[in-house]
Protein backbone atom coordinates (compact mmCIF):
# COMPACT_ATOMS: atom_id res chain seq x y z
CA UNK A 1 0.00 0.00 0.00
CA UNK A 2 2.79 2.24 0.93
CA UNK A 3 4.32 1.52 -2.35
CA UNK A 4 0.62 2.64 -4.34
CA UNK A 5 0.72 5.90 -2.45
CA UNK A 6 4.31 6.94 -3.22
CA UNK A 7 3.59 5.95 -7.05
CA UNK A 8 0.58 7.86 -6.94
CA UNK A 9 2.86 11.18 -5.72
CA UNK A 10 5.18 10.57 -8.46
CA UNK A 11 2.39 10.19 -10.95
CA UNK A 12 0.91 13.58 -10.00
CA UNK A 13 4.08 15.15 -9.75
CA UNK A 14 5.20 14.10 -12.97
CA UNK A 15 1.99 15.10 -14.87
CA UNK A 16 1.28 18.65 -13.41
CA UNK A 17 4.99 19.55 -12.41
CA UNK A 18 5.39 22.52 -9.60
CA UNK A 19 3.97 25.80 -9.10
CA UNK A 20 0.11 24.68 -8.82
CA UNK A 21 -1.79 25.53 -5.40
CA UNK A 22 -1.94 22.66 -2.79
CA UNK A 23 -5.55 22.04 -3.21
CA UNK A 24 -4.87 21.60 -7.41
CA UNK A 25 -2.92 18.37 -6.13
CA UNK A 26 -4.99 17.25 -3.48
CA UNK A 27 -7.60 16.90 -6.04
CA UNK A 28 -5.12 15.25 -8.31
CA UNK A 29 -4.22 12.65 -5.51
CA UNK A 30 -7.75 11.96 -4.79
CA UNK A 31 -8.15 10.86 -8.32
CA UNK A 32 -5.27 9.06 -8.75
CA UNK A 33 -5.67 7.07 -5.25
CA UNK A 34 -9.27 5.84 -6.45
CA UNK A 35 -7.02 3.55 -8.96
CA UNK A 36 -6.00 1.44 -6.22
CA UNK A 37 -9.41 0.44 -4.11
CA UNK A 38 -8.42 -2.18 -1.71
Given at each position: ?TKD??????????????????????????????????
Open positions: MIIASAFEVHNILGYGFLEKVYQKALQVEFKRFVY
